[in-house]
């Protein structure tokens, strides 16, 4: 019970026995509120329609709304592109041989394709030609140095040298005379130079012009042909064999 008089620790304030306290006082107990009506099954309806409607206007305008545009991409750069594939050049076919002209060759007469074509091999018709040709010069480069003038090639010389060393090696001797005893002068004639003076020099052995070349050098009685200034024309002869080279000069001044 709660207690709304006069203050209790007030002696004078309390109530005598058997007297009701002044004032007023109340009852404990639970306060009860006063309840609000419940709205009735129309009031219901018409709340759930408009709460409806405003989700379904609401919604409406949500997917009326465009969306919004994506936002751009950073260009990517173009991927780099591999070159076309280069088409394979075939290497170039080797030359065709019959059967038998090469080892290794194929049993249908092709020789066996490599790489590479092969090289054509010098003849020895063709690298004796080079070699006169170097004779000469050599020749004339030692001349020059001796204070002489250049010798001419000549065609009747070089067909005597030619056939002197063809000679030697067909026959295989070595000298200025023939097995019949014709010297220089016999061959030269032979061939139509009219000459007032000749000379000979012959070798055998040597691999190359130069060498050739140095071993007349340091022959006196060579050398003294090579050097000799009255001398005009020359004609060079060399035969590659097997037990040669063989090589001839012939001098020689037209009388």
Request: include cysteine; hydrophobic fraction near 35%; aromatic fraction near 6%.
């Amino acid at each position: 019970m709660r207690y709304d008089g006069p203050d209790p620790s007030d002696p004078f304030a309390h109530p005598r026995p058997g007297n009701p306290p002044s004032g007023r006082h109340r009852r404990g107990g639970p306060v009860r509120r006063r309840a609000l009506p419940r709205p009735g099954f129309a009031a219901s309806v018409l709340a759930a329609g408009t709460t409806a409607a405003v989700l379904t206007v609401l919604l409406g305008l949500y997917a009326a709304l465009p969306s919004p545009p994506p936002a751009p991409r950073a260009a990517r750069p173009p991927a780099p592109q591999a070159p076309p594939p280069s088409r394979p050049v075939p290497p170039p076919a080797s030359p065709q041989v019959g059967a038998g002209a090469r080892d290794g060759a194929a049993h249908d007469g092709l020789a066996p394709q490599t790489g590479a074509a092969l090289a054509a091999p010098v003849s020895a018709r063709a690298r004796s030609s080079r070699y006169v040709q170097d004779v000469i010069a050599l020749a004339n480069a030692e001349r020059d140095r001796a204070g002489c003038g250049p010798l001419r090639a000549e065609a009747r010389l070089a067909k005597a040298a030619q056939r002197h060393a063809d000679d030697m090696a067909a026959r295989d001797y070595y000298a200025h005379d023939d097995p019949e005893g014709r010297d220089g002068g016999d061959r030269i004639s032979a061939t139509g130079y009219s000459w007032s003076a000749w000379g000979e020099n012959i070798h055998k052995g040597p691999k190359t012009p130069q060498r050739a070349m140095d071993d007349w050098m340091d022959s006196p009685a060579h050398r003294a042909n090579i050097l000799n200034c009255s001398f005009h024309d020359i004609g060079v002869g060399v035969t590659l064999t097997a037990d040669g080279p063989w090589w001839v000069q012939d001098f020689g001044t037209q009388g």
